[in-house]
């Protein structure tokens, strides 16, 4: 069973920046394509970014680009979100997810099959 934990969230003010790391075990990272989405408190769970197992590139929802970088470490089985110029927006939980030998990787949920738990990011105005 595919197992990601997400860590790195916190409560940051305006402006600030926080990294968001997820570890994934019980898969071969490197096939996996991941992605970043977010659930604020009484919203949906929104795409946020996501990144191809096969050649790296990148992609983002427009709200974030710019301010947002996805980075994944297969010899660390890691993925990351760095976040800069946080916004009160952007407060929500955030969830890792993977896809096996998707590209491009999927920009909607019910395309990834593994969750991580989620961890809380708040943006304070």
């Known amino acids: 069973q595919v197992q990601l934990v997400e860590s790195g969230g916190g409560l940051v003010p305006a402006g600030g920046s926080l990294r968001l790391s997820c570890a994934a075990s019980?898969?071969?990272?490197?096939?996996?394509?991941m992605a970043w989405f977010r659930q604020p408190p009484g919203k949906e769970r929104d795409f946020v970014a996501a990144?191809?197992?096969?050649?790296?590139?990148?992609f983002y929802t427009d709200s974030v680009k710019g301010r947002f970088t996805i980075s994944r470490d297969n010899a660390k089985n890691s993925l990351y979100l760095q976040m800069n110029s946080l916004k009160p927006e952007d407060t929500a939980v955030y969830f890792c997810?993977?896809?096996?030998?998707?590209?491009?990787?999927?920009?909607?949920?019910?395309?990834?099959?593994?969750w991580g738990q989620g961890t809380q990011v708040t943006v304070s105005s």
């Open positions: 997810a993977s896809a096996t030998f998707r590209a491009p990787a999927p920009r909607v949920a019910l395309e990834y099959p593994y």
């Open positions: 019980r898969l071969t990272f490197s096939k996996y394509s």
């Open positions: 990144i191809n197992w096969s050649d790296g590139k990148t």
